[in-house]
């Protein structure tokens, strides 16, 4: 796919052409790759079981919407930079929804790096790959935790649940926040809290009801 998808931003990221989803991936279009972060499958079932209150049927939703975006870019990757799983990996609802979601696209391939989430992971149980906690490739080094970036790379992370603010609307959104040589993806699940980003240093990207808007910083 070569077309720039309608509510997207194109921001180049050490040297390559990168696009910003509102849907909160992230697409190398060089690699045909969909990048996200932060999928936390498992995480509501943790909660429920610690005695909180809250709603099931997350991961479906969280995977529906992916399956949404890997169909609207074409993408032949998935990578996860971090989080796959959010606690135990036992048998559970939530596991079974991944496995029949995972079997559905057989063809994907899927490669994640380790998150402080994923010490659970077995990775051909999940029908994943792992890449460690780094991986370079291309101008980027992918890792979960942000980190300097190393001379001549440009750092992709996640970890972080960037988020914004959007002037008149009462709430505050995921989003990418890029900043020198690091771009910090926003949690690609709906069920999770966030930090707030500056633009001090680079610029705000929300992701609002799937359009990618600039909201601050500096543009680069």
Do not use: Y
Not at 142 to 161: D, K, M, N, T, Y
Request: aromatic letters at 8%.
């Amino acid at each position: 796919m070569n077309a720039l998808p309608e509510g997207a931003l194109q921001a180049p990221l050490g040297d390559e052409p990168m696009w910003l989803l509102g849907t909160r991936a992230m697409f190398w279009p060089a690699r045909s790759r969909l990048i996200i972060a932060d999928l936390h499958l498992g995480k509501s079932h943790v909660f429920r079981r610690a005695g909180i209150a809250v709603p099931s049927g997350a991961t479906r939703g969280d995977l529906d919407r992916l399956a949404e975006v890997i169909a609207r870019t074409a993408a032949r990757e998935l990578w996860i930079v971090g989080d796959l799983l959010h606690g135990p990996a036992g048998q559970a609802g939530w596991r079974d929804t991944w496995m029949a979601w995972r079997r559905d696209r057989a063809a994907l391939e899927i490669a994640v790096l380790a998150g402080n989430h994923d010490r659970a992971l077995d990775g051909p149980a999940f029908g994943v790959r792992q890449l460690g906690e780094t991986c370079i490739d291309g101008p980027f080094l992918f890792s979960h935790v942000p980190r300097a970036a190393p001379a001549g790379l440009h750092v992709i992370a996640g970890h972080v649940h960037p988020k914004t603010s959007v002037r008149g609307v009462p709430r505050s959104w995921p989003a990418f926040w890029l900043r020198p040589g690091l771009a910090i993806l926003p949690a690609f699940s709906d069920f999770t809290g966030g930090h707030p980003a500056s633009g001090d240093d680079g610029r705000i990207v929300a992701c609002v009801e799937g359009v990618a808007i600039e909201v601050g910083g500096r543009p680069r």
